[in-house]
């Protein structure tokens, strides 16, 4: 059985969309892949009704928390996604995107990048929301819906359609778009504990997502991990791409220590990044004991054909 338990679609910052994500999938060989776009479930609907044979799909979304300065993605899994709080939040996290996306564009223009927001909002796949009395376009105040959203990756991506880096990872650097950057823009995100409790109110799972990711110039203190997990973390995504082997040691025997189940999975977004879907995989035992957890919701499995 084959689990995949992290992964992104056009809906945030992946490549495929909802429904050619869980198609690929299937052809990946997995049983199971979650859908975990950032701070949105505005791709389920497509993934659900385009659910091959025989392949599970797990609802959950990637939600945007900072603290200390430090930022912290925290997988949210099978959670109620009407759950008014939680949907509040989530709606907060997005109305901040656009604003923060544009304030990097002028940015990246002040340091004599040729960068435009209609670049960026087609790569995107913003649709045209034009303020009332505006010609039709992106308009300044535009947010994205439940089923759009803009971040760094997406300016990451403009660079690279500009020359100006030669891989989105290039452009997550000091240089450029890295927290702290040059053209960095800090937006609106959670706090861990905040988010870990909202998530559970939803009736969801909570799971650190990769936690020892030091290639991204984060690491996240065991302490915090101890204290996140004393107010209701699940587990840690251990088996990632960002993560060599004695970071994975490190943290599989942190969560042992703490109680914590132990995750694994590709971070998948399309084209956008060089892995591949059940690239990591999650343990049948650990994926049964998060759905045994879970209140929220539950997976959605595809009618055999």
């Known amino acids: 059985m084959r689990i995949d338990l992290h992964t992104h679609s056009t809906v945030s910052d992946g490549t495929d969309t909802p429904g050619e994500l869980v198609r690929n999938a299937a052809a990946a060989g997995l049983d199971v892949v979650a859908l975990t776009d950032h701070d949105t479930v505005g791709g389920h609907a497509e993934a659900r009704e385009a659910l091959p044979p025989d392949l599970t799909l797990v609802t959950g979304a990637e939600l945007s928390c900072r603290l200390d300065g430090v930022g912290i993605h925290l997988l949210a899994y099978l959670f109620d996604a009407e759950e008014p709080e939680l949907a509040r939040c989530r709606e907060r996290l997005r109305d901040d995107r656009v604003p923060r996306a544009r ?131 699940d587990g840690l995504e251990v088996d990632h791409m960002d993560h060599d082997g004695r970071t994975r040691d490190r943290l599989r025997t942190l969560a042992g220590e703490l109680g914590l189940l ?20 999650t343990d049948p035992e650990v994926y049964e004991e998060i759905v045994r957890r879970a209140t929220g919701a539950r997976p959605v499995r595809a009618a055999r054909g």
């Open 103 to 233: 304030g990097m564009v002028d940015r990246l223009r002040g340091l004599g990048v040729p960068i435009t927001w209609e670049q960026v909002a087609r790569i995107a796949g913003l649709e045209s929301v034009p303020t009332p009395g505006t010609s039709a376009g992106v308009a300044r105040d535009s947010r994205p819906a439940e089923g759009a959203s803009v971040g760094r990756p997406h300016l990451a991506t403009a660079l690279v359609e500009l020359g100006v880096v030669g891989s989105v990872s290039d452009a997550f650097t000091a240089d450029w778009l890295g927290d702290g950057g040059r053209a960095y823009v800090a937006k609106y995100e959670l706090d861990p504990f905040e988010a870990v409790e909202l998530v559970r109110q939803a009736g969801g799972v909570a799971v650190l997502a990769h936690p020892g990711a030091v290639k991204r110039g984060v690491r996240i203190e065991e302490e915090t991990i101890a204290r996140l997990a004393a107010a209701g973390l």
């Open 262 to 281: 132990t995750t694994g999975s590709s971070d998948y977004h399309g084209s956008r990044k060089s892995c591949s879907l059940g690239e990591n995989t």
